[in-house]
């Protein structure tokens, strides 16, 4: 049965932490699906931190950008983070919001097809200051638009704040 628990919040808010602790409480090998892409100097290191802070029991998969060409039947599976991925698609479609978001919902739907547990990270963005240039704020409304669309699949949603997890959808979802 796929199960689908959907982490969002703020930057810090303690959505990643959250995630692995239902992850372990779900399965002696959680799956990490890593996003990131290596950036530069200072994001190696974050990823670095990342990996350390996971016990010898998590497998690490990292994808970029095609979610939908995984297997990952029967599995708990952490995926960290969509604002990363949104990121690679956005960066990669010449920051093309239409293209991006069309890619961004139709891997989403084949990454979704399978029967497994999945708990996704995400960032709410927008809550405060407007983004100053016109790519960075087609990028907010991007990342906005692609949390309300799984939020909408999900069969849990989690808002994060400052390290305590609010219910805010506790259905099942077709």
């Known amino acids: 049965m796929r199960n689908i628990i959907f982490i969002t919040g ?5 959505k990643s932490s959250y ?4 992850a372990e409480e779900s399965s002696d090998h959680p799956v990490y ?5 290596y950036w530069d100097d200072e ?16 497998e690490t998969i990292e994808e970029e ?22 990121t690679n698609i956005f960066h990669d479609n ?10 961004a919902k139709e891997e989403w739907s084949r990454l979704t097809a399978g029967d497994f547990t999945l708990i996704v990270i995400s960032n709410e963005l927008g809550m405060g200051v407007h983004a100053e ?11 906005g638009w692609m949390n309300q669309y799984i939020a909408s699949k999900a069969d849990r949603v989690i808002f994060m704040v ?13």
């Open 65 to 86: 950008k095609k979610l939908g060409e995984l297997v990952l039947e029967d599995k708990t599976i952490l995926l960290d983070c969509v604002t990363l991925w949104l």
């Open 133 to 143: 240039n016109k790519v960075a704020r087609k990028f907010t409304d991007l990342q």
């Open 94 to 103: 010449d920051f093309d919001l239409d293209k991006s978001f069309d890619y």
């Open 10 to 14: 703020g930057q810090r808010s303690g």
């Open 19 to 22: 995630g692995q602790k239902l």
């Open 162 to 174: 400052s390290g305590i997890p609010v219910q805010i959808k506790t259905q099942q979802c077709d």
């Open 43 to 58: 994001f190696e290191e974050r990823i670095a931190r990342h990996k350390n802070d996971r016990g010898v029991q998590w």
């Open 33 to 37: 699906l890593a996003t990131a892409r």
